[in-house]
């Protein structure tokens, strides 16, 4: 049977770098699940990936037998229980890796500094340092919120297509959660344009009343992130937004290159 183009260039890659070509082969297609939504067929990973069914049907049935992956009654295949409990662990290691980052933020703006991720349709808050100022916002880490809202999901979101931007809102809804809420999704629209044209995201009083959130995404970040400042509105002014973003902005690309280095060690 000739070997396909895709077939040969991974046991290249493999070759190269020493690894083991299915446990590649399988990371692959659970990102390429993820990518899709969670849930596809074989006949679409095939097509993605560029690998012959046979071998997909056979790595996906090692995977359902761990619990990675599960088969839909649809035959379909769906993202498995056990990668939460990764996933979880997975979001705690990132948060203290970021800690040194969010800490120098606090340092340089004087506010609150937080991590966020985007988990489906949903933020979650995997970090914070809190300001050293007795009026101070407070986030818990492990909350959840919709992205509309907030200055952390702009700046995940504004990389997004329209089209899948407008399928989350349709999923989620847009609640207003103060009066300054946008709730409309031709509005989210043009807030995220903003966000691409400005390089950073403002959540005005959206969020809370009296709070004023920074955020920008972490640029070629393993997994979607943004890491924001938050503060009551009257520190958080205009002129403290021109010099509070360039420093945003420097921490976002320095804690970029400590998640794709190798090992822990590098984020000090």
Request: aromatic letters at 2%.
């Amino acid at each position: 049977m000739p070997t396909s183009s895709a077939s040969t260039s991974d046991a290249a890659k493999t070759a190269n770098s020493g690894g083991v070509q299915s446990l590649e082969r399988a990371f692959d297609l659970l990102e390429r699940m993820a990518d899709a939504g969670g849930e596809v067929g074989l006949s679409e990973l095939s097509a993605s990936s560029g690998l012959p069914l046979p071998t997909i049907h056979r790595l996906m049935r090692t995977l359902v037998t761990c619990g990675y992956v599960r088969q839909q009654p649809n035959r379909r295949y769906a993202l498995g229980p056990r990668l939460i409990r990764l996933g979880e662990s997975a979001a705690r290691l990132l948060g203290t890796w970021a800690r040194p980052h969010l800490a120098r933020l606090v340092e340089e703006t004087g506010e609150t500094a937080n991590m966020a991720l985007l988990d489906g349709d949903e933020i979650v808050y995997v970090a914070q340092v809190p300001s050293k100022h007795s009026m101070r916002m407070f986030t818990e880490v492990g909350r959840r919120v919709l992205p509309h809202s907030t200055g952390v999901g702009k700046a995940l979101l504004a990389g997004s297509a329209p089209d899948e931007v407008r399928a989350l809102l349709a999923r989620t809804g847009m609640p207003a959660a103060t009066e300054k809420t946008i709730t409309t999704p031709d509005v989210f629209l043009a807030a995220l344009e903003q966000v691409r044209r400005q390089g950073y995201a403002v959540d005005d009083n959206e969020q809370e009343i009296g709070v004023r959130c920074l955020a920008v995404p972490v640029p070629d970040s393993p997994t979607t992130a943004a890491i924001s400042i938050s503060g009551p509105a009257g520190r958080v002014t205009e002129t403290a937004i021109r010099r509070i973003v360039p420093v945003l902005q420097e921490v976002a690309r320095e804690l970029s290159q400590a998640l794709r280095s190798t090992g822990p060690a590098a984020s000090g």
